[in-house]
């Protein structure tokens, strides 16, 4: 699946991502970037309304976990089970979330759990961007399953 | 501002809870319950997604901390500085957020810090429901402040 196509699924299968105007950018193992626009994303005060840029880390870190078990297992179930978000600047233009697996161990235990027990974590860092301006961290761990 | 001004303010100022059929139940200082359809937040296996549910969350906390300072400063701003979520079940039906403001102290500490400094930080909790089971709890700290 390249990155068009990864849209595609998310506008289809995941209506608000398109209310949202999601663009992906870049779909692959090693990193995922999408990107959103202020308009439809804007709160009362003309910034991007928090809970946008929630949704729009929380899909790009379920996006690279995707990424990296559908090869493996093209049924499984990928969920999230926690995150946090800290806020550090207010965004007054479109806006970026990119999440990169900088650490090769943790995929690795990620596919060794699965494999195993048909079920496996990954914790994931994503960084959301005005611009080069950081705007927001997140922190999200995610869950793939395969109750089959 | 009853809940269906604040139900109005939100569809007009915030686009996305219109698009997501944010319903506003219960809107006072003491508590806030708003409701979302599944439908327009459903995920590719007809749960709720993990961002819409976030988002609901993040707007009630941030409607009981807009409750409790709008009678003091009705021209206080207030953004979300972080928070932290946990996702319990999976959500199968419409959900509902409840945010209730438990700790007077918490509520007081608030509009000290406010009315002195001009800012105040409220941390609040979120739990949201698929009738009465518990499917998720957020918690999350607000700013209020007025630089003018």
Known sequence: MNK??????????IPVTKAMEFSVKEFTKLKVEISAKLEPNKNHQSTAFGGSISCLMTVAGWALTFANIKEVDPNAHIVISKSNIKYLKPIKKDFTAECTLTNEDDKINFLKM????HKGKLSVKVYCYEDDILAAEFEGQYVAFNNN
């Open 114 to 117: 699965y494999n195993e027990n």
């Open 4 to 13: 068009n196509e990864f849209e595609q699924f998310l506008h289809n299968q």
